[in-house]
Antibody, heavy 118, light 107 residues
Framework: QVQLVQSGNEVKSPGASVKVSCKAS????????VTWVRQAPGQGLEWMGW????????NYAQKFHDRISMTADTSTGTAYMELRSLRPDDTAVYYC???????????WGQGSLVTVSS | DIQMTQSPSSLSAFVGDRVTITCRAT??????VNWYQQKPGMAPKLLVY???TLQPWAPSRFSGSGSGTDFTLTISALQAEDFATYYC?????????FGLGTKVEIK
């Protein structure tokens, strides 16, 4: 069955970077894109961007454009999201999700909590 | 950016009630709307895609409708397990924005 398994929770200091991984299984990794969505504590969902896994093309939300990188390792079926220059308001659960037709997100990872605190 | 105005932000209803959640887009997005259900501490789950197509796992009491700028998610007869937060999500133009969510509570 389709599974997306994310890396563990992280605690970071302001100004640091974090890299969250998302390992896919149960389907052909390069046939689908991966989107990253985050959710601050008690808040709604925020779309961060997506990566086309077969060629590495990315589309980032302008809000994150200068400090985010999404990559995909096709040899291991793993997607990565790196966020730099972390601020306390980046504290959130970060989710990866498989992108299906018309960008619907049909399978999600379990989430990775990133806490930014001094 | 396309804004998705979702209402209400929360509601409380009895088991068996009909519940309607709406989303309004700031421009025509045709049928590029998906709905997600999120239970506390869990990842969201795709419930309805392309405005009106129900995911195979979803009970038939859920339905989606609308096109253009106005969209609706309806639960025809609310069940206790439907306690969750529901989000609309437009995928017509990046950034693919979400509504702020509707928290459904059972009376």
């Amino acid at each position: 069955q389709v599974q997306l398994v994310q890396s563990g929770n992280e605690v970071k200091s302001p100004g640091a970077s974090v890299k969250v991984s998302c390992k896919a299984s149960g389907y052909s990794f390069t046939n689908y894109g991966v989107t990253w969505v985050r959710q601050a504590p008690g808040q709604g969902l925020e779309w961060m961007g997506w990566i086309t896994t077969y060629n590495g093309n990315t589309n980032y939300a302008q809000k994150f454009h200068d400090r985010i990188s999404m990559t995909a390792d096709t040899s291991t079926g793993t997607a990565y999201m790196e966020l730099r220059s972390l601020r306390p308001d980046d504290t959130a659960v970060y989710y990866c999700a498989r992108v299906q037709l018309a960008a619907m997100l049909d399978h999600w990872g379990q989430g990775s909590l990133v806490t930014v605190s001094s | 950016d396309i804004q998705m105005t979702q209402s209400p932000s929360s509601l409380s209803a009895f088991v068996g009630d009909r519940v309607t959640i709406t989303c309004r887009a700031t421009q025509n997005i045709y049928n590029y709307v998906n709905w997600y259900q999120q239970k506390p501490g869990m990842a969201p789950k795709l419930l309805v895609y392309a405005a009106s197509t129900l995911q195979p796992w979803a009970p038939s009491r859920f339905s989606g409708s609308g096109s253009g700028t106005d969209f609706t998610l309806t639960i025809s007869a609310l069940q206790a397990e439907d306690f969750a937060t529901y989000y609309c999500h437009q995928t017509f133009h990046t950034p693919y924005t979400f509504g702020l969510g509707t928290k459904v509570e059972i009376k």
